[in-house]
């Protein structure tokens, strides 16, 4: 978040920042921390000037003795009465420019020296070779770090929450601009999901419907998925488990798997109650007819997943979750297959009801695919010895394409956030990184029309150095643009190049990182080491040179 005012410096807004924002947001549940990005905590800054120090015989050391002498508050004592106690206070801590000023620096026949004779005394800021730009204006941001395993979304929701307590109370011109919600895309992740879970239904009774052209039996599934996938939830809550983007993909997964069971027991009951058997009857041997089959099929299916239970490491934590959500559907479908879903089959189908019009009408369709089915399935048998080769041709298939194919975690999403990495040469002062960095940072105002925000911090995040700088812009929308992410990415690479006194390299952020650490850093990292030192100084200029023609590694940048 960004705090700006046009009538405050940084200085009181650093101060509001600590005293105010700070202690408001660090009781936020879950949260770790409160970090305050650009702030400029006040000091007393002393400009000693030499020639009048040697004027008055003086020495640097003569001030520092007599500031730790002189500025300090210390109790002095108490005072008692009958029934009350009362500490004394002396107000020995200087606070203004005068207080220093004034300080008594040495006194004698000639008269008094005091600091404000040998030294330029003002109210500055702690740092000054610091700032944090927000469109080109100074100004202070926070950034709220949550617990390891927190919810983000109860963050942001008391969070923003508790902003518009601040905002209604505060009466200034102080402006508060959130740049960065993680929750934005979690929260719209969710809602892709839920949307995607609702078609599934949709299409789910539209197959059913298709083949059985029976509208009784087609909204079954509404009452067989919800009991699978409520009772999948339980085991989560049992479990520990949280409701999110994973474990609702394999909600959505079981949606599929969870009516298959159904549909099995569902046609094999059906196909008997049309060949003349009651329906009563017709349920009970259906079921009992494929009760192994459901009951095979349904632990493979969760044995399958069984494997990724045992997975160590970051890789096993994510599809932990993921793998648990969808073994117990299965699991939990082939129950309800068995045992509700002939008792619906009772009461859904009605003893003489007649075939409508549009079973009749499209009856001979699927008699006609049924044939066909059985004529390819009775010549493929006489010629059997061909599945050798296509078993055969997939398995080579399979080792190509896992060969060839790239691999990674997730592939990136569109955030709608980019984020610099720059780097001066070594040695590079603040005023050149921030002439250099302000030239970049007013390109990306003027000349990025997808831009929402964009923000310079110099030196950069992380304890970087004086030749580092840390960007970002933000982006509008998706659905508000006509480019992706990635694609302004690449073009950014390309006319960065032109700003020769700085090495940019835009980065994004990866869609599923381990801390902020991992979020941070560049895709690709090497760390080179050696014992001696004279081998990293000629080994490590060479490395660059030697991978900066090859296509992935065509920007590098050495920390």
Not at 418 to 435: D, N
Request: aromatic letters at 10%.
């Amino acid at each position: 978040m960004a705090i700006q005012s046009q009538s405050k410096g940084l200085m009181e807004l650093s101060d509001y920042a600590e005293n105010v924002l700070q202690n408001k947001f660090q009781t936020i549940p879950e949260v770790s921390s409160v970090n305050i990005v650009g702030q400029k905590r006040p000091s007393m800054r002393i400009w000693v000037d030499p020639d009048k120090l040697n004027a008055y015989n003086l020495a640097f050391n003569d001030i520092s003795t007599v500031l730790n002498k002189e500025n300090v508050e210390v109790p002095s004592g108490k005072v008692y009465g009958n029934k009350t106690e009362l500490t004394i206070r002396a107000l020995g801590r200087l606070s203004t420019e005068e207080d220093f000023r004034s300080l008594i620096l040495k006194e004698d026949e000639n008269g008094i020296v005091r600091l404000g004779d040998v030294a330029k005394v003002e109210l500055g800021p702690e740092q000054l070779e610091q700032s944090w730009k927000l469109n080109g204006v100074s100004g202070v941001g926070l950034a709220i770090i949550p617990q390891p395993g927190a919810n983000y979304v109860d963050i942001s929701d008391e969070f923003n929450k508790r902003l518009e307590e601040i905002k209604k109370s505060q009466k200034n011109d102080i402006q508060f601009t959130t740049l960065i919600d993680n929750t934005r895309n979690v929260r719209r992740s969710l809602k892709e999901v839920e949307q995607t879970l609702l078609i599934s239904f949709i299409l789910v009774i539209a197959v059913i419907f298709l083949f059985f052209r029976n509208w009784l039996i087609a909204i079954r599934p509404l009452i067989d998925i919800p009991i699978s996938l409520i009772a999948t939830f339980f085991v989560m809550y049992l479990a520990g488990f949280s409701i999110n983007i994973l474990s609702l993909l394999g909600i959505i997964l079981a949606t599929g798997l969870v009516v298959d069971d159904g549909i099995v027991v569902t046609e094999n009951i059906f196909r008997k109650f049309e060949g003349g058997m009651p329906i009563r009857r017709a349920a009970l041997e259906g079921s009992k007819e494929i009760f192994f089959a459901v009951i095979s099929t349904s632990v493979t299916l969760a044995i399958v997943f069984l494997p990724v239970l045992f997975l160590q490491g970051f890789v096993g934590s994510l599809f932990r979750e993921f793998a648990v959500v969808v073994a117990t559907a299965v699991l939990i479908s082939a129950f309800v297959s068995l045992t509700i879903t002939p008792v619906l089959n009772v009461y859904l189908n009605k003893p003489k009801a007649r075939h409508r019009k549009f079973y009749l009408a499209t009856e001979p369709f699927f008699k006609g695919m049924e044939t066909g089915y059985r004529n390819s399935l009775e010549r493929f048998l006489s010629k059997r010895k061909i599945a050798y080769f296509i078993i055969a041709a997939c398995v080579l298939i399979i080792f190509y394409l896992g060969r060839t194919l790239q691999s990674e975690i997730a592939p990136i999403e569109d955030k709608s956030n980019l984020r610099f990495q720059i780097s001066g040469p070594e040695g590079a002062s603040y005023a050149f990184m921030s002439k250099n960095g302000g030239e970049f940072a007013n390109y990306l105002i003027d000349s990025i029309p997808e831009r929402s925000f964009s923000f310079m911090a110099i030196p950069g995040f992380g304890g970087q150095g004086s030749n580092a700088a840390t960007g970002r812009i933000g982006l509008v929308p998706p659905d508000e643009r006509d480019k992706t992410q990635s694609e302004i990415a690449r073009e950014l690479s390309k006319k960065a190049a032109k700003f020769n006194n700085l090495r940019i390299f835009p980065v994004e952020e990866q869609t599923i990182s381990v801390g902020l650490g991992s979020r941070g850093s560049l895709p690709v990292q090497f760390v080179i080491q050696n014992l001696d030192f004279n081998k990293l100084r000629t080994t490590i200029p060479k490395f660059p040179r030697q991978h900066e023609m090859t296509k992935p590694f065509r920007m590098w940048m050495l920390t």
